[in-house]
Structures are given as structure tokens and as C-alpha cells.
């Protein structure tokens, strides 16, 4: 069965910084991937999403994401964070045929000043 | 459109209570999922419908959790004789039916069994 690994529980950088969260895949095909954020006490907000083509997504509020077949990585990254960018961030893959989604066990992320 | 909304936001209940939540999907969606979440986890699926049928229960949806989304439009989830491992943010999504198509989420209902 389709899975994503998120290898970093938490991450803290400072406002301005660059900032890359790892995503790793397992699945037989190219997989279609999802990146969600979910900030305090909301709920979860998509990103962007990768189905097919152009491997560098671009999504909202600056964030991006490269999938790499090779390193079965679908990385997400921002040139730059603000400090609402703290939140706890999921990669997800679909299940084909009712698009249930298998999330990762998510990345917290902090900024500090 | 005004997104997914769950009520309650919050509850509190002691063990052996039933309790029930309502999930409002986006008013087009005719697809609505419910999923789990637990402490520094990421969400879990539970089940789904398309309108009103209810097409898969995921293993971790016990004979306590029941679902229903009578008309295909709103839809609640039922847990009975409650027990505090099923303390958890319960979360509804929706989406429509083409495929691949986006999960919109409400803000969930979290509950707490003491």
C-alpha cells in the first residue's frame, strides 16, 4: 500500500530563512502527493499537489515542492518564512478509486525571531 | 461557499457517554470523508460516503462508531458507550467526485473522555 515518511518531527528556523521539510514516498507508480498545513486549532489547508507533468509545484503562500523519482522524495520548500508560516505540515498520498488520503506523521515547524 | 463546517467544535464527555458530531460539507460536494486524529499524529482515514451511501469503514472504526449521511448532504458520526482512547480531533472533508479532486476540511470537533 501507498505510505509517506516525514523523517522530521520538528523543525525550528529563524523568520527569513530558508526553509525545506522532507517527504518520502512509497509506491510502485508515480504516485499522486498532497502537502497540507495545519495551523493551531484549524483544520488542514492544501498547499499544493503534484498529479503528473512538471515535477516543481508551486502552491500558496510561497511554498513549492520538487518530486524526485529517484530519491522517491516529494520535498516541500519556501526561499523565505514569516513567522505565520509556524504550523504543523503533512505530506499525503491518495488512494486510487476513493481518494482516501494516507497522511504522514507531520512536521511541526517553529520560527524564531 | 462557505467551506466545511463540523459542529461542536469541542466536547467533553465522561466514559460510557454516547456523543454524536455533524459534519456540513461544501454544499456541491457530493463526496464527504471522516477522519481521525490523535495527538502528534497525522490525520486517519475513517470512512467515506458518496451522496448517501456509505461506500468504505476503515478497521479502526469499531462497532461503537457509527456514520450516517441520510439525504447525501450533511453527515454525522456517531460514537457510543465512549471510552478515553477515543479522545482525538474527529475531522470532515469533502470533496467532489472528479478525480483526484481536492479535500476541503473543517476545523473538526475535539473531543476529550474523561
Known amino acids: 500500500a501507498q505510505s509517506v515518511t516525514q523523517p522530521d518531527i520538528h523543525i525550528t528556523v529563524s523568520e527569513g530563512a530558508s526553509l525545506e521539510l522532507r517527504c518520502n514516498y512509497s509506491?510502485?507508480?508515480?504516485?499522486?502527493l498532497f502537502w497540507y498545513v495545519q495551523s493551531p486549532g484549524q483544520g488542514l489547508q492544501l498547499l499544493l499537489k503534484?498529479?503528473?507533468?512538471?515535477?516543481l509545484v508551486q502552491g500558496i503562500k510561497g511554498f513549492e515542492a520538487e518530486f524526485k523519482r529517484s530519491q522517491s522524495s516529494f520535498n516541500l520548500r519556501k526561499p523565505s518564512v514569516h513567522w505565520s508560516d509556524a504550523a504543523e505540515y503533512f505530506c499525503?498520498?491518495?488512494?486510487?478509486?476513493?481518494?482516501?488520503?494516507?497522511f504522514g506523521t507531520g512536521t511541526r515547524l517553529t520560527i524564531i525571531p | 461557499d462557505t467551506g466545511v463546517s463540523q459542529n461542536p467544535r469541542h466536547k467533553i464527555t465522561k466514559r460510557g457517554q454516547n456523543v454524536t458530531f455533524r459534519c456540513d460539507p461544501i454544499s456541491e460536494h457530493n463526496r464527504l470523508y471522516w477522519y481521525r486524529q490523535t495527538l502528534g499524529q497525522g490525520p486517519e482515514f475513517l470512512t467515506y460516503?458518496?451522496?448517501?451511501?456509505?461506500?468504505?469503514k476503515s478497521r479502526l472504526l469499531s462497532d461503537r462508531f457509527s456514520a450516517e449521511r441520510p439525504k447525501g448532504s450533511f453527515s454525522t458520526l456517531e460514537i457510543q458507550r465512549t471510552e478515553q482512547g477515543d479522545s482525538a480531533m474527529y475531522l470532515c472533508a469533502s470533496s467532489s467526485t472528479q478525480k483526484l479532486e481536492t479535500q476541503y476540511f473543517g476545523p473538526g470537533t475535539r473531543l476529550l473522555v474523561l
Open positions: 460516503f458518496q451522496n448517501e451511501a456509505q461506500l468504505e
Open positions: 503534484y498529479f503528473s507533468g512538471d515535477t
Open positions: 499525503a498520498v491518495p488512494t486510487f478509486g476513493n481518494e482516501k488520503l494516507t
Open positions: 509506491y510502485g507508480a508515480t504516485p499522486y
